[in-house]
């Protein structure tokens, strides 16, 4: 269908046979929470202009189909059970191949992806039938989230060990590094402080922070990770801005690390927390222009290969949605704005816009790119590629935008306390009903890729894809811009 | 990789530094955050939960309130105009080491004094069982789920819910509020950031316009 065949690298076959079994581990239930993240949104935003929708089972009314629960549970599977799962199964990949070593711990790898949808799965069971006792991270509580600890820690010790390994060092894997250690990091902090008896308004800040944290300092930089890894290696060109990459990389985890507190604005919090991370946030924006404008260049200097590759499509649609991501966070970080646009759906339109939009959009390119490799089977057939890119582009700009444009709308009449609350309510109904077509267009597009694989698996059987030339490999690690 | 190393420990610096400052500082400043104790009465404010408050906070948690509602009123915005509050949040209103609800969204109006806005039992019930009966806008969901129906033996139970018009119970019958229920809105009933600390000095006017003021 496009590229994919033209970059096998590495003597790759090896290697991800290695990695065959973990990385499916880590995607297939991915796939599956997509699903439920999908239906789940649709059945939100019905509700939330509907609220008897679906409240009873059988004509009693039960809990686990109540909004706050099922909301809890959409957030827990869109960010670990989704996009955390294909991060992790897509980064170690691409770690193990630019390293050139095949997977020696498996079995700490496929533990990993194991307790990863486990605590996942313990989580939400948890929250369905009302168990849930105290604060959760992004809708997984404690007893869920110690199970998703233990998976990272599995999860960065390998990927820490695979790039200790490796002889080579390439921009992508700059980003892999730091995002496995801040994982851990930050997930330790978090089981570490809830289960002490802390003041409440450090346990306020520390979900925050921790939510701002994950977003900014594992998935996001995971899917810069898969960018720089997937762009120079199919159109086998040098970043045109290699040199700028590292102040990229630096000024990313510098800004991120201090932007735990964006969205805090009037928190009972130093003022000063809130500022540093509303600048912070701001500020943000330089490390993604570097990012785009060398993964842009990149593309630009083989038109062909963008034309052809609908992987190539997926990231450079990825980077769009990074880019409209860092120009919200500029917008909620502006002083005058941030008071209006936080505590709104613009909160949540900035973190869909970098969940659903950048990383899901990475992510499904490093899926539709690396599981033939994986496999060892033909690439996907170019029409169901396309249909599903569309559908999902088509439903994540609508949902982005609509939450958004509704945020500033709910932050505005908000802000104006002569409207009753009511008020509030009726302007924010007709960008609620704009969310169940976007929810449509979303549900679609996984019931789309599902169809893709099963159609992919149905005609390629087990045909296998041929080796690349030892000079082909060399090409294709120049052009992913090996360090000096 | 060539620097792993440098790379590491380099990311280590960065984060670290403002791991620091972001969560360890504030942990160790606030974790010193004590009541404002009266020497005369010994009462202290803000006041002791109660066990049934407690337990209304895991329900909170439970059905994910917190995702509707915010906890935290702003000042210098409209938080205090809408009668949300008689002044802005401080970090010892949130002194107790229970669970701390800031919200992340405000789909649903700010509940930090809802029990000095709202503070009939009554209501919450009613509210609960069926927002719309009380506020046909609403756009919040019902909670019978928390309500038992049963039958009437002897007398009308003392606990039992008022309800009128299609969400009155059927005759012999009647709508009782289970235990999370009763704790959940002891919890609401609990919400009240309108005493006065030495941080955040509070106009009596203010309060006496809260009590008079908007509902929930």
Not at chain 1, 96 to 117: D, E, I, Q, Y
Not at chain 1, 217 to 233: E, N, S, T
Not at chain 1, 263 to 271: K, R
Not at chain 1, 430 to 456: D, E, H, Q, S, T
Request: contains cysteine.
């Amino acid at each position: 269908m496009d590229a994919n065949n033209k970059a096998d690298w590495l003597g790759a076959e090896e290697v991800d046979a290695s990695f065959r079994r973990v990385v499916v581990g880590f995607w297939a239930p991915a796939f599956f929470w997509l699903l439920v993240s999908g239906a789940l949104g649709f059945v939100l935003s019905v509700k939330l202009y509907k609220p008897d929708f679906l409240t009873t089972f059988f004509g009693y009314p039960v809990g686990w189909l109540s909004y706050g629960r099922l909301f809890e549970v959409w957030q827990a599977v869109t960010v670990y059970g989704w996009a955390g799962s294909m991060v992790l199964g897509a980064g170690i990949w691409m770690m193990g191949r630019m390293a050139g070593k095949v997977l020696s711990n498996r079995l700490t790898v496929g533990a990993s992806a194991w307790l990863w949808h486990l605590g996942l799965g313990v989580g939400v069971w948890l929250v369905l039938s009302g168990g849930v006792q105290d604060l959760s991270l992004l809708g997984l509580p404690r007893q869920g989230l110690a199970m998703v600890w233990i998976a990272a820690v599995l999860w960065s010790w390998s990927v820490l060990k695979l790039l200790r390994q490796g002889k080579k060092e390439f921009v992508a894997q700059w980003y892999g590094l730091g995002a496995a250690l801040c994982l851990v990091w930050i997930l330790t902090t978090v089981l570490f402080l809830m289960g002490r008896p802390i003041s409440g308004v450090v346990e306020g800040l520390l979900i925050h922070w921790a939510k701002q944290s994950l977003v900014n300092l594992f998935l996001v930089p995971m899917g810069i990770a898969m960018a720089y890894y997937l762009v120079p290696v199919i159109v086998k060109k040098r970043l045109p801005l290699y040199s700028l990459a590292a102040v990229g990389f630096w000024s990313w985890f510098f800004f991120a690390s201090w932007s735990g507190a964006h969205g805090l604005t009037g928190a009972p919090l130093p003022l000063w927390l809130s500022t540093l991370g509303m600048t912070s946030s701001v500020l943000l924006l330089v490390p993604i222009v570097v990012v785009v404008l060398n993964l842009l260049g990149s593309l630009q200097s083989d038109p062909k290969a963008m034309i052809e590759s609908w992987v190539l499509r997926f990231v450079a649609m990825g980077l769009a949605f990074l880019f409209f991501g860092g120009l919200a966070h500029v917008a909620e970080g502006i002083s005058n704005w941030s008071g209006v646009l936080s505590l709104t759906y613009f909160s949540l339109g900035e973190m869909t816009v970098w969940v659903m939009g950048f990383v899901t959009l990475v992510s499904l390119g490093a899926f539709y790119y690396g599981l033939p490799y994986l496999l060892q089977k033909k690439p996907f057939e170019e029409k169901g590629v396309r249909v599903h890119f569309w559908s999902t582009v088509y439903g994540t700009a609508t949902l982005v935008v609509l939450l958004l444009v509704s945020g500033i709308v709910q932050g505005k009449t908000i802000a104006n306390h002569e409207l009753t609350f009511n008020q509030v309510i009726e302007s924010g109904l007709p960008y609620a009903r704009g969310r169940v077509i976007a929810a449509l267009f979303l549900l679609m597009a996984w019931g789309v890729v599902f169809l893709n694989v099963l159609k992919w698996v149905g005609i390629n059987g087990f045909r296998m894809c041929s080796r690349k030339s030892e000079d082909e490999k060399q090409v294709v690690m120049e052009a992913q811009g090996e360090a000096v | 990789m060539k620097r792993f190393s440098e790379i590491f420990l380099g990311v280590a610096v960065v984060f670290g530094i403002a791991w620091l400052a972001t969560v360890a500082v504030p942990y160790t400043k606030f974790v010193q955050l004590q009541p404002v104790v009266d020497e005369e009465t010994g009462d202290r404010t803000p006041p002791v939960e109660s066990g049934l408050v407690r337990r209304g906070a895991m329900v909170y948690a439970a059905q994910g309130c917190a995702g509707c509602h915010s906890q935290r009123i702003r000042g210098g915005g409209a938080d205090i105009d809408r009668g949300w509050g008689v002044r802005q949040s401080v970090p010892r209103d949130y002194w107790e080491s229970g669970p701390v609800f800031w919200g992340s969204s405000r789909i649903g109006p700010d509940l930090s004094n809802v029990g000095v806005r709202q503070p009939s039992a009554m209501w919450h019930y009613q509210h609960l069982y069926n927002p719309r009966s009380l506020n046909p806008d609403s756009i919040m969901p019902p909670f019978r789920y928390l309500f038992e129906e049963r039958k009437i033996v002897g007398q009308v139970s003392e606990d039992a819910v008022a309800l009128f018009g299609k969400d009155a119970p059927k005759p012999g019958y009647e709508v009782v509020p289970t235990m999370d229920a009763k704790a959940l809105v002891a919890y609401l009933l609990s919400r009240n950031q309108s005493y006065a600390l030495p941080e955040a000095p509070v106009k009596e006017e203010k309060q006496e316009a809260q009590t008079a003021g908007s509902k929930p």
